[in-house]
């Protein structure tokens, strides 16, 4: 299990959707395996440029062993994605950004990163491990309410104060300490299904309240049409429902007119000089029935791009 591969998901759909140009400047924000990355730079010619991210030292270390001079690894969130664009001297300059966001199988099923309720090791879901709080430190200080908003709001779990009042009852006789220890509270409280793991939404929604998700993905969408260029193209793979409503809302907000109230003393030229960025070919595309025999984690995968336009 530990050190398990991870098997990149909609590989040809999100090259298809970048329509690498061969000296073009991309990002990949979420590095993970490389899988995605690899791709990219098999794509560009010699004067292209890949800058790719990952939060996780693990994942720094696999992209470290790349010895390629149009490759650049940055350790950060993508989240910091402006400050790094102007470092770096690309800000407006992007052709293209991916995200396929969510944890790597490397995360998922190495015991010792504590992602997983089926495997046993310490509770800890950070994605990088050196920073932050792990669910350890979170399951056994935050208040029963507390517990029960994340788990409602992230995992759309039914019995969320249930699985809150026991966490606290249990804790208060012994802490928590591994990912068997909570797996078993819930599976307690949870009814069996025969499609869905009973511990599946609480450990997804202890995964994304940990590393902040939901507030990465948010501020990455305020910053991503400022540093693109005229005609960069935004591909994005999320892997549950509330993540692909904000990219969702998001896409289709900056593809409509900029609706000015009726009355309004602005001319047309006024309005364009407020710079209101849009963006076109607005996609939704899913893995094949192929794809999701293959690699049972694509199934919930949605894959959204668009392009922006000058
Ligand atoms: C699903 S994996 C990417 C897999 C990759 N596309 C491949 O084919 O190998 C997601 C990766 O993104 C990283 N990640 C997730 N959220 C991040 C964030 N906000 N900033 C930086 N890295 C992030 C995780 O650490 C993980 O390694």
């Known amino acids: 299990m530990k050190n398990q591969k991870h098997i990149t998901v909609l590989l040809h759909e999100a090259i298809k959707y970048l329509n690498i140009k061969k000296n073009g400047i991309y990002i990949d924000g979420t590095f993970g395996?490389?899988?995605?990355?690899?791709?990219?730079?098999?794509?560009?010619?010699?004067?292209?440029?890949?800058?790719?991210?990952d939060q996780d030292p693990y994942a720094i270390n696999i992209a470290k062993k790349i010895f390629d001079s149009r490759f650049h690894i940055i350790q950060d969130k993508f989240s910091n994605i402006t400050m790094h664009a102007k470092n770096m001297n690309i800000y407006k300059k992007i052709d293209g950004i991916l995200l396929d966001l969510g944890p790597s199988s490397m995360q998922l099923f190495n015991p010792q990163r504590g992602f997983s309720f089926r495997i046993n090791g310490p509770l800890d879901m950070r994605m990088n491990p050196c920073h932050g709080t792990s669910a350890k430190q979170w399951i056994n200080t935050s208040n029963q309410n507390t517990i029960?908003?994340?788990?409602k709001t992230l995992g759309e779990e039914k019995y969320a104060k249930k699985i809150a009042n026991k966490i606290v009852k249990i804790r208060n006789i012994k802490p928590i300490n591994t990912t068997q220890e909570l797996s078993a509270i819930i599976q307690n409280i949870?009814?069996?299904?025969?499609?869905?793991?009973?511990?599946?939404?609480?450990?997804?929604?202890?995964?994304?309240?940990?590393?902040?998700?939901?507030?990465?993905?948010?501020t990455f969408l305020q910053q991503v049409l400022n540093i693109l260029n005229s005609h960069g193209k935004i591909v994005i793979i999320s892997f549950h429902s509330i993540e692909d409503r904000i990219i969702k809302k998001f896409m289709i907000q900056h593809s409509q007119n900029v609706n000015i109230p009726y009355n309004l003393p602005i001319t047309e030229n006024k309005i364009n000089q407020l710079n209101i960025k849009k963006i076109k070919n607005i996609k939704r595309i899913f893995p094949s029935p192929q794809e999701m025999i293959q690699n049972p984690r694509s199934r919930s995968a949605i894959l959204r791009t668009a392009q922006l336009i000058e």
């Open 33 to 53: 395996g490389g899988g995605h990355s690899l791709n990219i730079l098999k794509h560009l010619g010699k004067q292209g440029k890949l800058y790719s991210f």
């Open 148 to 151: 029960a908003y994340i788990l």
């Open 190 to 218: 949870v009814p069996y299904n025969k499609y869905k793991h009973p511990a599946r939404r609480s450990f997804q929604a202890i995964r994304i309240f940990i590393n902040q998700e939901l507030y990465e993905i948010k």
